[in-house]
């Protein structure tokens, strides 16, 4: 990784964590990141999605049909949000790995997290015993969230690697 990736990496991330600490994700100073830390972030899939969501947005949602900047509150029972005004729905995980797949949101964040936690080497078949996914679903998962580690330099931490795959995810910086 380059000096300029790294320095916006890095910028990213200390913006993020400013934005997710007035959603009580907690304190993001810790290098380590542990599987207890990781429950807690993350207990279910509503959690991933805010995550992904307040990510991706930072609470400031331009929708196309009122052509502004407006609140959108989370649709029940669905992955979706809408617009306070019109109700446009937008998806936050479209275009990132995790989209139409039927696989929960929570199994990818764990499977990212014994991924980036692991880098020597968690296998497709781990990821199947710990996830409870067959094997077949094990291994296009364990090939996507690869193709998104091998990009990037192995020289980050275990909190960082994992949210830099997601910074990769909604395009902040490039595959
Ligand atoms: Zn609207």
């Given at each position: 990784?380059?000096?300029?990736?790294?320095?916006?990496?890095?910028?990213?991330?200390?913006?993020?964590?400013?934005?997710?600490?007035?959603?009580?994700?907690?304190?993001?100073?810790?290098?380590?990141?542990?599987?207890?830390?990781?429950?807690?972030?993350?207990?279910?899939?509503?959690?991933?999605?805010?995550?992904?969501?307040?990510?991706?947005?930072?609470?400031?949602?331009?929708?196309?049909?009122?052509?502004?900047?407006?609140?959108?509150?989370?649709?029940?029972?669905?992955?979706?949000?809408?617009?306070?005004?019109?109700?446009?729905?937008?998806?936050?995980?479209?275009?990132?790995i995790f989209?139409?797949s039927p696989t929960p949101?929570r199994s990818w964040f764990y499977a990212m997290f014994l991924m980036?936690?692991t880098?020597?080497g968690i296998s497709a078949k781990q990821l199947e015993r710990e996830l409870g996914v067959t094997y077949k679903t094990a291994w296009r998962m364990f090939k996507q969230i690869r193709s998104?580690?091998?990009?990037?330099?192995?020289?980050?931490?275990?909190?960082?690697?994992?949210?830099?795959?997601?910074?990769?995810?909604?395009?902040?910086?490039?595959?």
């Amino acid at each position: 990784m380059n000096q300029q990736k790294e320095f916006t990496l890095t910028r990213i991330v200390q913006k993020r964590n400013r934005n997710l600490n007035g959603i009580g994700v907690g304190n993001m100073k810790t290098a380590r990141y542990t599987i207890k830390e990781f429950n807690e972030q993350f207990p279910n899939d509503d959690t991933c999605l805010e995550f992904v969501f307040h990510a991706r947005y930072n609470d400031k949602v331009y929708c196309e049909i009122c052509q502004k900047i407006t609140n959108h509150y989370r649709r029940t029972g669905r992955k979706s949000y809408a617009c306070e005004f019109c109700g446009n729905e937008i998806f936050p995980t479209a275009g990132t790995i995790f989209h139409k797949s039927p696989t929960p949101l929570r199994s990818w964040f764990y499977a990212m997290f014994l991924m980036s936690q692991t880098r020597c080497g968690i296998s497709a078949k781990q990821l199947e015993r710990e996830l409870g996914v067959t094997y077949k679903t094990a291994w296009r998962m364990f090939k996507q969230i690869r193709s998104l580690m091998d990009e990037k330099s192995g020289k980050m931490n275990g909190r960082i690697e994992f949210e830099a795959i997601l910074l990769v995810e909604r395009g902040y910086l490039p595959r």
